[in-house]
């Protein structure tokens, strides 16, 4: 069976081939899989709440049945193979000039003077040419063969173009849900030592926001769900409907990092690249307290700097498109 073949088609011959597969690739290098287990990018269950030395201890029928159905399950990815069996082949740098300059409709990036599309095949027109300057800065770094990490600005505007600006309703609706489990609203119970910490940094900044927003968020203590008012939602979501697609882009990235909208939008508004770095350090709160509380590990430092810096990318994105 192709490994493009989806799931959905073919659900047992998908299940048995892919498995099948799965311990073949694992049993050669079962350290390297037990390592993706625990950098999954997600919050879900079995995406973050296991050391790297539990996954080692699986076998290798076993660790491919969690690896494939922790990817299945995972809210955050549409999959249609387990991502395992995914071999991207480089490509090399097919152009040597790069410039940026006004269209009808904003700015656009080219190569050897061919004009940029995005995925989907739209033109790549951007409104500011401080986002298209960046854009081009992309291009421009990359060495003989193209590296996809270095293109975080370029595959926003696409989303941004390509399905954002398409229905500006649906995402603001997508976004507006997080400001229903805002992190920064569930705190410890005041009994312990986190409470403490959690009210003095993230108080204020939730009193803020409800200044800024002119609405009133309800705070809760412990895990258990604490529906948000529908005025307070109605009022963000008029805000969040108001914005550019680029914009919302934007914000739905720093918003699924954070998994908090306030810290969201406070960052979108922030003056200053510090400004937003402390708030993505509040909405690290609990990460921090607790490597600090039973110690750091290295891949777990890695994977947040990464989100750091995604974050803001993020808001370098907002930004430059409001220039």
């Not at 410039?99 to 599309?117: P, S």
């Not at 948000?228 to 934007?250: H, I, N, P, V, Y």
């Not at 890695?302 to 220039?323: G, M, N, P, V, Y």
Request: with cysteine; charged share 30%.
């Amino acid at each position: 069976m192709p490994y493009w073949s989806s799931h959905r088609e073919h659900p047992a011959r998908y299940r048995r081939y892919a498995r099948k597969k799965a311990v073949h690739d694992i049993e050669r290098d079962p350290d390297r899989f037990a390592r993706c287990l625990a950098r999954w990018p997600c919050h879900c269950t079995l995406c973050n709440r296991r050391a790297l030395s539990d996954w080692r201890g699986l076998g290798g029928w076993r660790l491919a049945g969690v690896l494939f159905w922790s990817a299945l399950a995972c809210q955050k990815v549409e999959v249609r193979q387990p991502i395992f069996i995914r071999r991207r082949q480089p490509v090399k740098r097919f152009y040597d000039t790069v410039a940026f300059g006004q269209v009808e409709g904003g700015w656009q990036v080219t190569l050897d003077g061919r004009r940029l599309k995005t995925v989907k095949g739209a033109q790549q027109i951007v409104p500011s040419a401080a986002l298209a300057k960046k854009l081009a800065a992309e291009w421009d770094v990359q060495g003989e063969k193209l590296d996809p990490a270095l293109f975080p600005l370029r595959d926003t505007t696409d989303y941004a173009i390509d399905v954002v600006t398409a229905d500006i309703a649906a995402q603001a609706e997508k976004v507006v849900a997080f400001g229903d489990t805002d992190t920064l609203l569930y705190r410890a119970d005041p009994d312990e030592h986190l409470y403490a910490k959690q009210q003095e940094v993230w108080e204020p900044l939730v009193t803020a926001f409800e200044a800024r927003e002119g609405i009133t968020m309800v705070r809760v203590s412990g895990i258990i769900h604490k529906a948000q008012s529908g005025e307070s939602l109605d009022k963000l979501r008029t805000r969040l409907e108001g914005m550019s697609g680029f914009e919302l882009a934007g914000l739905e990235s720093m918003t699924s990092l954070t998994a908090s909208l306030i810290i969201a939008l406070s960052a979108a508004d922030a003056g200053t690249e510090a400004e937003a770095i402390e708030l993505w350090r509040a909405a690290s709160l609990e990460e921090e307290w607790q490597a600090d509380l039973w110690g750091r590990d290295l891949e777990a430092e890695d994977r947040r700097t990464k989100r750091q810096s995604d974050f803001l990318k993020a808001w370098e994105f907002i930004r430059a498109a409001r220039i």
